[in-house]
């Protein structure tokens, strides 16, 4: 088992994650000023990436954008607490390919020893995904999108191809061999592995978590691969709709199991213990 996504930076730092949480306050930066008692132009300067903010600002930040203030806090002094994440009982692999200053992550899960395995994301295109893929992997039983974005869905004919894959899941059809669109809450089982669909729209109109859990070890920790709907420290862009996205992310949180392991489109590995926590939009 490999988490190589343990050490990938944060997808969002504290400008993003205020600009976000503008977005859900339905305000505009100077109306967040004002009930803060922040200068106007120090706001602006944090959401450009410069920060000069106290810890009393950053409190006031917190009560008015009704955010998470200890993981707010922590976002600004660069130091996020990530979970050590435990042992899964099957074998999850990361694959983080560089994405703007950030990463974009794909994965494979399957059962420990195999050479096959499930793809979660398809990765930008089948170059940068074969810089990572690991040799062991030799067979492709089927990919499952989370939703149609370039880095996340961009190699999926090349890999579908290579792979021969035969069966391709996905939130929305697509011109692809084998493709099937997924209903939220279908299970499949792939072995020992079982494989449930969740619908979580909000940063695209269809967009799907997974939850992989051992159907030998109902006990053991489960992982959730949730695109762009969670990271460790924020969540995802509302494209399609800021206010259904953090309703997805509030509702797939409070169903799964407190020691979920979440696979993030972007970004470090995390729980759901953790980001209900720390997360600014979840805490």
Request: proline share 6%.
């Amino acid at each position: 088992m490999s988490f190589l996504a343990s050490t990938a930076p944060l997808e969002d730092e504290l400008g993003d994650v205020l600009e976000k949480g503008l977005h859900f306050a339905g305000l505009t930066s100077d109306a967040v000023a004002a009930r803060s008692g922040i200068p106007a132009g120090k706001l602006r300067d944090a959401l450009d990436y410069r920060y000069d903010l106290t810890g009393p600002e950053l409190a006031r930040l917190a009560a008015v954008l009704k955010l998470n203030e200890v993981g707010l806090a922590a976002l600004a002094q660069g130091a996020y607490p990530l979970p050590k994440v435990g042992a899964l009982p099957f074998c999850l692999q990361v694959l983080s390919m560089p994405h703007g200053i950030g990463c974009a992550n794909a994965y494979l899960v399957g059962e420990a020893g195999s050479s096959s395995a499930m793809l979660f994301d398809a990765g930008p295109d089948l170059r940068r995904m074969q810089e990572v893929w690991p040799r062991r992997c030799t067979r492709v039983s089927a990919v499952f999108l989370t939703h149609a974005e370039t880095e996340h869905a961009g190699g999926l004919r090349e890999i579908a191809r290579q792979y021969a894959v035969e069966t391709v899941f996905s939130p929305e059809a697509l011109p692809v061999a084998g493709n099937e669109v997924v209903g939220d809450g279908r299970e499949w089982e792939c072995g020992e592995l079982r494989v449930r669909a969740i619908s979580t729209p909000g940063h695209a109109k269809a967009h799907f978590c997974y939850f992989v859990q051992s159907r030998g070890a109902r006990q053991g920790q489960a992982v959730v691969i949730c695109g762009d709907l969670i990271f460790a420290g924020s969540i995802g862009g509302g494209y399609f709709c800021w206010k259904t996205l953090r309703a997805s992310a509030r509702r797939l949180v409070d169903s799964l199991p407190a020691n979920t392991v979440i696979a993030p489109g972007h970004g470090p590995l995390t729980t759901i213990a953790n980001e209900l926590k720390y997360n600014p939009f979840l805490g």
